[in-house]
């Protein structure tokens, strides 16, 4: 996050006023959760970490690097029987309880705080709120912008499809001041407010804080904005434009592999389809797309290229480490997009694109620039908090006055971790730890071939590799690689019926061979942050089997070959295309 510009603009401002001091940057992130199944009980857990922790500590619930700030009122105030009343008491309920949370900031951030860090360095540190991580709701009502509207820019909700309306950042300056008329009546407050393009809020919690731009602070959220946003219309347009039959058909057709999940049941019938899922579906929505027909005989090629630019702006936005020219990339990506989605007009799925999701990723690459890369504030993360911090904490209770319970519960839980690490810091000789730091990634690529000790067949016959994996022949091509091997480093090659009268006096004492029916390619990590090796594919070759009364067909994938150890270029040339 230290990489972005947002930190060294506001440092170059806070050194004006107070030269020498650190900044820390708070990361705000809430979201309503379910605790129960069936009783529709919810919590509303708040979360707070700081960007001085590397993002590849941050990410992992395990490191414990994000904190339960508080837990929310998730009451619904139906006393009040005027809806608007009610939508805005509870907008104006939030604000006050965050206000009171978070007020230590405003004394903090201004004066600082003296703080040791992680290399037992004591600093003058200013704690600052910079980035606010939630979905879409949470942004409208952290903001008080409309729904439907742009939590971060002034476009109106009629242009949030466009790629080209031009946008700027809502102004702090003009909110603070329609804020300010709170003082002049209600009637005026409310007309200041609607005229600023925000709903009336009562002092909002960031209103007063310093350094702090709101529609600064919001950052884009690839779970929510992508996964389950855009790629979750995406494929409702596709089903409704080529019916759900002939996607489920082609799911089912999908031949095996690594990293790729198999929806025997086809994609169209699932429900409550949770981000994993969406992210499984979109390493093979690609090539079902290829070759479809559409109704009316219109070209496929638009889809294909429109699903093909919102896929890569998915994962180019997912990039752990930016440039400039992977977010030229990323602009182009979304361009890609824009110049071929008028195929769902024409196919009647839609009518317009004015889907604030949408409209957000033109946000990203400003977003990036100022905050760093996605990964730095995801809301994927915070999902994951729940477990340990809301729905763990509600089952330790008796489900009666269950907050107080959870808090306390949570409070001793961290004391027995606490004195757990110590007890192990301890048996270790009590030695100090190294201060970790922080590594640029390596952008070095080696992978490694990886075969399991013992074969999966220790003795298969080759009549059996015949019937049973289809090498039909085997037996030919292992005397012809034998026959070449023997000859060494000859640079004449042998004629074909050389080598087939050369192989035709091969001898095999054995009848019998050991098989594999995988091999795998690993990846190599090179900056020491994961443990063990990343498979990135694998190449499978399994038998016909029955299973009970049902035959299961082969599974032979298809690879590229090298022709030899001087073919590897950067095209195709040299490789030939063949079944393992």
Same mark, same amino acid.
């Given at each position: 996050?230290?990489?972005?510009?947002?930190?060294?603009?506001?440092?170059?401002?806070?050194?004006?006023?107070?030269?020498?001091?650190?900044?820390?940057?708070?990361?705000?992130?809430?979201?309503?959760?379910?605790?129960?199944?069936?009783? @529709?009980?919810?919590?509303?857990?708040?979360?707070?970490?700081?960007?001085?922790i590397?993002?590849?500590?941050? $990410?992992?619930? =395990?490191?414990?690097?994000?904190?339960?700030?508080?837990?929310?009122?998730?009451?619904r *105030?139906?006393?009040?029987?005027?809806?608007?009343?009610?939508r805005r008491?509870? +907008?104006?309920?939030?604000?006050? $309880?965050?206000?009171?949370?978070?007020?230590?900031?405003?004394?903090?951030?201004?004066?600082?705080?003296?703080?040791?860090?992680?290399?037992?360095?004591?600093?003058?540190?200013?704690?600052?709120? +910079?980035?606010?991580?939630?979905?879409?709701p949470?942004?409208?009502?952290t903001?008080?912008?409309?729904?439907?509207?742009? %939590? !971060?820019?002034?476009?109106?909700? !009629?242009?949030?499809?466009?790629?080209?309306?031009?946008?700027?950042?809502?102004?702090l300056? +003009?909110?603070?001041?329609?804020l +300010?008329?709170?003082?002049? &009546?209600?009637?005026?407050?409310?007309?200041a407010c609607?005229?600023?393009?925000?709903? %009336?809020i009562?002092?909002?919690?960031?209103?007063?804080?310093?350094?702090?731009?709101?529609?600064?602070?919001?950052?884009?959220?690839?779970?929510?904005?992508?996964?389950?946003?855009?790629? !979750?219309?995406?494929? &409702?347009?596709?089903?409704?434009?080529?019916?759900?039959?002939?996607?489920?058909?082609?799911?089912?057709?999908?031949?095996?592999?690594?990293?790729v999940?198999?929806?025997?049941?086809?994609?169209?019938c699932?429900?409550c389809?949770?981000?994993?899922?969406h992210?499984?579906i $979109?390493?093979?929505?690609?090539g079902?797309?290829?070759?479809?027909?559409?109704?009316?005989?219109?070209?496929?090629?638009? *889809?294909?290229?429109?699903?093909?630019?919102?896929?890569?702006?998915?994962?180019?936005?997912?990039?752990?480490?930016?440039?400039?020219e992977?977010?030229?990339?990323?602009?182009?990506?979304?361009?890609?997009?824009?110049? @071929?989605?008028?195929?769902?007009?024409?196919l009647?799925i839609?009518?317009?694109?004015?889907l %604030?999701?949408?409209?957000?990723?033109?946000?990203?690459? *400003?977003?990036?620039?100022?905050?760093?890369?996605?990964?730095?504030?995801?809301?994927?993360?915070?999902?994951?908090?729940?477990?340990?911090?809301?729905?763990d904490?509600?089952?330790?209770? @008796?489900?009666?006055?269950?907050?107080?319970?959870?808090?306390?519960?949570?409070?001793?839980?961290?004391?027995?971790?606490?004195?757990?690490?110590?007890?192990?810091?301890?048996?270790?000789?009590?030695?100090?730890?190294?201060?970790?730091?922080?590594?640029?990634?390596?952008?070095?690529?080696? $992978?490694?071939?990886?075969?399991?000790?013992?074969?999966?067949a220790?003795?298969?016959?080759?009549?059996?590799l015949?019937?049973?994996?289809?090498?039909?022949?085997s037996?030919?091509?292992?005397?012809?690689?034998i026959?070449?091997?023997s000859?060494?480093?000859?640079?004449?090659p042998?004629?074909d019926?050389?080598l087939?009268?050369?192989a035709?006096d091969?001898?095999?004492?054995?009848?019998?061979l050991p098989?594999?029916?995988?091999?795998?390619?690993?990846?190599?990590?090179?900056?020491?942050?994961?443990?063990?090796?990343?498979?990135?594919? =694998?190449v499978?070759?399994?038998?016909?089997?029955?299973?009970?009364?049902?035959?299961?067909?082969?599974?032979?994938?298809?690879v590229?070959?090298?022709?030899?150890?001087?073919?590897?270029?950067?095209? *195709?040339?040299g490789?030939?295309?063949?079944?393992?």
């Open positions: 996050m230290h990489t972005g510009k947002w930190w060294w603009e506001t440092q170059k401002r806070l050194d004006e006023l107070r030269p020498g001091g650190t900044i820390v940057p708070i990361i705000i992130s809430s979201d309503k959760t379910q605790v129960t199944m069936f009783r @529709n009980k919810t919590a509303y857990p708040v979360y707070l970490t700081i960007g001085n590397p993002k590849e500590l941050r $990410c992992k619930p =395990s490191s414990s690097s994000h904190i339960l700030l508080a837990y929310l009122p998730t009451t *105030l139906e006393h009040i029987t005027n809806k608007a009343s009610r008491a509870i +907008a104006n309920l939030y604000h006050a $309880c965050l206000r009171h949370v978070l007020g230590p900031l405003k004394s903090a951030g201004s004066d600082g705080i003296s703080m040791c860090s992680g290399d037992g360095v004591r600093r003058h540190c200013h704690p600052l709120f +910079a980035s606010f991580v939630g979905d879409y949470e942004q409208l009502l903001t008080g912008v409309k729904f439907g509207e742009c %939590p !971060k820019c002034d476009v109106e909700a !009629k242009d949030t499809g466009s790629n080209t309306t031009p946008f700027h950042l809502r102004k300056s +003009a909110v603070l001041d329609a +300010a008329a709170f003082d002049d &009546g209600n009637l005026a407050f409310v007309r609607a005229a600023a393009g925000i709903k %009336p009562i002092h909002p919690f960031w209103e007063d804080l310093p350094f702090t731009n709101i529609f600064r602070t919001i950052t884009p959220d690839v779970l929510h904005q992508l996964y389950q946003g855009l790629i !979750k219309h995406l494929l &409702g347009w596709w089903s409704a434009a080529c019916g759900a039959a002939e996607i489920d058909a082609r799911c089912r057709r999908l031949p095996p592999n690594h990293h999940r198999l929806f025997t049941k086809g994609i169209t699932l429900s389809v949770s981000g994993t899922e992210a499984q $979109c390493r093979f929505i690609l079902i797309i290829i070759d479809i027909r559409l109704p009316n005989n219109l070209n496929a090629g638009r *889809l294909l290229r429109a699903v093909q630019g919102l896929l890569d702006f998915l994962y180019l936005a997912q990039y752990p480490c930016h440039s400039s992977t977010l030229h990339s990323l602009d182009e990506a979304l361009d890609l997009f824009h110049a @071929n989605k008028d195929i769902f007009i024409q009647g839609r009518n317009n694109f004015n %604030p999701k949408l409209h957000a990723t033109r946000h990203y690459h *400003l977003m990036i620039m100022l905050f760093g890369t996605t990964d730095n504030y995801n809301t994927e993360y915070t999902e994951r908090l729940h477990i340990d911090l809301a729905k904490a509600y089952r330790a209770t @008796n489900h009666q006055d269950e907050f107080l319970q959870m808090t306390r519960w949570l409070e001793r839980k961290e004391k027995v971790l606490r004195h757990q690490k110590y007890v192990s810091w301890c048996l270790a000789g009590g030695h100090q730890f190294e201060p970790y730091r922080s590594r640029p990634l390596d952008m070095t690529f080696r $992978c490694e071939q990886v075969m399991t000790k013992h074969p999966t220790k003795a298969v016959s080759i009549q059996k015949v019937e049973d994996y289809s090498a039909t022949h037996r030919e091509a292992l005397a012809r690689y026959v070449c091997k000859r060494g480093d000859h640079t004449v042998l004629r019926r050389e087939d009268h050369l035709g091969i001898h095999f004492p054995f009848h019998h098989i594999f029916h995988k091999i795998k390619w690993c990846s190599i990590d090179t900056d020491g942050l994961t443990k063990g090796h990343v498979t990135l594919d =694998s499978h070759a399994k038998p016909q089997q029955k299973l009970g009364s049902r035959l299961i067909h082969r599974c032979s994938d298809t590229f070959i090298s022709l030899g150890e001087d073919s590897v270029t950067n095209d *195709l040339k490789f030939s295309v063949g079944q393992v």
